[in-house]
């Protein structure tokens, strides 16, 4: 696909304008840009579905695009396997077709050499394009976005709207594309399918291009990265690390520039001072010259964007009287007799700042409510330190609430802090400039997170109890709310799915199983990976509980469990194997009975070859069971 000259406006403002670039077969390209920039906009021209106020957006001949689209159709009766299933319609409509053609062999024409020639053929075509293992790419996908295996024959509209993007997100990943375009594919994701989507994108073959604000995840799976900032696109080689290493090197140098051009024009400022103080003919000649020198000077000359790190503002929090900030003993909740946690016991200590992970559904949400006192508990208590005062931030945005502006709705909040202190901490939630003249009832999603977040931090709350801070706020933002973290001298506990803000402000991590809270080490991912990911096969995915037994009894055990893994892969192998000599002997028949125009035995060999198919998808499935399983096990060693 190629852009040349692409523009929109939105309204008076001009969103982006004059925008080109290509994209080649395999890239793979990380969108990123601040919220309001046009990211999504820029997406939907790509797609079609905008037309652009100015130039073009082409997609090359031949080449096809996918996307997920906004509340796909869910027809009736729909379950997540059969609606994910539709991403191979044409392998599906081949499938139907080969059946027919069965079932005219096995009924006796006269035309019954030009059908087994045709059957031939579509069987030859169907096998090629991954007719014998799409389904179990299916429960794969599903799998590895963290779906149950009892979820698949479930229906879809009993699911969540964010269960249902996720399942239009796997159908869109599982569709035969040269360009695959995706809007904040991880929104809806828990680390562990976060992490399942970058091992899928990485191995696939096909473009991509993708908006996301989640760090981590562009630096594992973009090779490129697109920026759009003030209007203008720009374009750099490598992940988003090495991306924005190479833009701050080129702000410092810019910022270098631009203060020593200040400088020069302020030495020639001098110098037009002392010639009007001698006030002869020419040294108005000389006025001019140099007036003409300091405009030229000042010709496009644009003060670089300073680094967020340098604003001082810090959030302090009134002093605890205790070290233990917060206590909580044996908890347990169920919704209506199913069991979501028990056992789970808390503590948290004055100063620290604890990170609470574990899949989506565990139960997360739930348990920082009831530490907020804000959802009740099916048994155990909660303790607050003497003194301690929680703030509590939820995970679902709301309009902000007020009439007026930004900072006219903080002066009121906060009326013992100077203009001075408001229009610093608002600097470093990103209100720069005109933003903090803005109208509450106009600010975007992001912007009304940040607020509510900066509301927070100013309370003289010194527990903060924070539901995925981040989950709407882009890369720049994000970036400013670990900065305001760390400037926090207070204590924090936050539920998030950011691997970024994790390891930048973690000083402990808490996974959050069925039967209690397990604390990760350090560094956080591997330990993740190790101890918290869900057996493969399970009928619903559940965290590996700590074991408690000594560590010979450990080892014995893990050992057993290894040798039992690896036979279970050799002889799903074997299956496999047997499976394919089969499909291949019968094949052979088939074809000395064509020559032979024994029809009836060839329509035998086609069911047979329908059987063989049935087996291989179930074989496939036991396969990536059994690799998983085995593949987990490698590496908690």
């Known amino acids: 696909m190629s852009a040349n000259g692409v523009t929109k406006h939105f309204g008076e403002r001009t969103l982006f304008a004059d925008i ?62 059969s609606f994910v299933l539709q991403a191979f319609d044409e392998l599906l409509a081949l499938e139907r077709r080969i059946a027919q053609l069965q079932d005219s062999l096995a009924a006796g024409t006269k035309d019954a050499p030009k059908l087994a020639q045709r059957l031939a053929e579509l069987f030859e075509r169907f096998e090629r394009d991954g007719g014998l293992t799409f389904r179990a790419r ?27 993007e996720k399942a239009a997100l796997a159908r869109t990943l599982l569709q035969k594309t040269d360009l695959l375009l995706l809007d904040e594919p ?11 989507l970058e091992t899928y994108l990485c191995s ?15 630096d594992v799976v973009a090779s490129r990265i697109f920026e759009l900032e003030n209007g203008k696109l720009l374009t750099g080689r490598g992940n988003y690390t090495a991306y924005m290493e190479k833009k701050l090197s080129a702000r410092e140098i810019a910022l270098r520039h ?10 020639i400022e001098g110098i037009i001072a002392q010639q009007r103080r001698w006030n002869q003919a020419h040294n108005y000649v000389t006025i001019a010259s140099k007036q003409k020198q300091i405009d030229r000077l000042r010709t496009g000359l644009v003060e670089p964007e300073r680094d967020p790190a340098a604003i001082r503002f810090h959030f302090r929090a009134p002093e605890p009287t205790t070290e233990d900030i917060l206590t909580a003993e044996d908890m347990s ?39 907020a006192g804000r959802e009740p508990l099916g048994s155990g208590r909660v303790l607050l330190g003497a003194n ?20 006219e709705d903080l002066s009121r909040a906060f009326p013992g802090l100077t203009t001075g202190e408001l229009r610093s901490a608002l600097a470093l939630f990103l209100f720069r400039g005109d933003e903090i003249h803005k109208q509450l009832a106009v600010l975007s999603g992001g912007e009304t997170a940040r607020l509510r977040l900066l509301r927070l931090m100013l309370a003289g709350s010194n527990l903060l109890l924070l539901d995925e801070p981040t989950n709407h706020l882009d890369i720049r933002s994000a970036q400013a709310l670990e900065q305001a973290l760390e400037s926090y001298t207070g204590t924090t506990l936050l539920v998030t799915h950011d691997r970024y803000l994790i390891e930048r402000l973690a000083d402990r991590v808490l996974y959050l199983a069925p039967n209690g809270l397990i604390e990760l080490d350090f560094p956080f991912e591997e330990s993740y990976a190790a101890r918290a990911q869900p057996t493969a096969g ?40 047997e499976n394919e000599r089969q499909v291949a002997e019968t094949m052979r028949l088939m074809e000395a009975d064509t020559l032979a125009g024994a029809y009836e035995r060839i329509a035998a060999h086609y069911k047979q070859l329908a059987k063989l198919h049935t087996e291989s998808e179930a074989r496939y499935h036991l396969w990536q069971q059994a690799e998983q399983a085995l593949e987990e096990l490698l590496k908690s060693e």
């Open 20 to 81: 080109n670039f290509a994209i080649a077969p395999g890239d793979k390209i990380g969108l990123i840009g601040i919220n309001g920039s046009g990211k999504t906009t820029l997406l939907q021209i790509l797609q079609g579905r905008q037309a652009p106020d100015a130039g073009s957006a082409r997609l090359a001949p031949g080449r096809t695009v996918a996307f997920v689209r906004q509340r796909p159709e869910i027809a009736e009766g729909e379950t997540l396997y």
């Open 138 to 164: 299916v429960r794969s996908a599903l799998l590895g976005l963290g779906y149950c295996l009892t979820d698949h024959d479930r229906p879809l509209h009993t699911f969540s709207g964010g269960q249902v």
């Open 186 to 196: 991880t929104n809806h994701l828990d680390i562990d399918a976060t992490r399942w």
């Open 204 to 218: 696939s073959k096909c473009a991509v291009l993708l908006v996301s604000h989640d760090r981590r995840f562009l």
């Open 258 to 267: 631009y203060l020593a051009t200040q400088k020069e024009i302020k030495r």
């Open 333 to 371: 909740k169920a919704f209506s007799d199913a069991p979501l946690f028990s056992g789970v016991d808390l503590h948290i200590r004055k100063g620290e700042t604890v990170c609470l992970v574990g899949p989506n559904g565990c139960g997360k949400t739930t348990l920082l409510k009831a530490l």
């Open 388 to 407: 301690v005062r929680p703030g509590y931030y939820e995970q679902t945005a709301h309009a902000a609430a007020g009439e007026g502006t930004v900072m």
């Open 538 to 577: 399970a009928i619903c995915d559940r965290p590996l509980e700590p074991s408690r037994d000594n560590p010979y009894l450990k080892r014995k055990q893990r050992n057993a469990a290894l040798y039992q893994a690896k036979q279970a892969l050799a002889r799903a192998e074997r299956a496999i194997e």
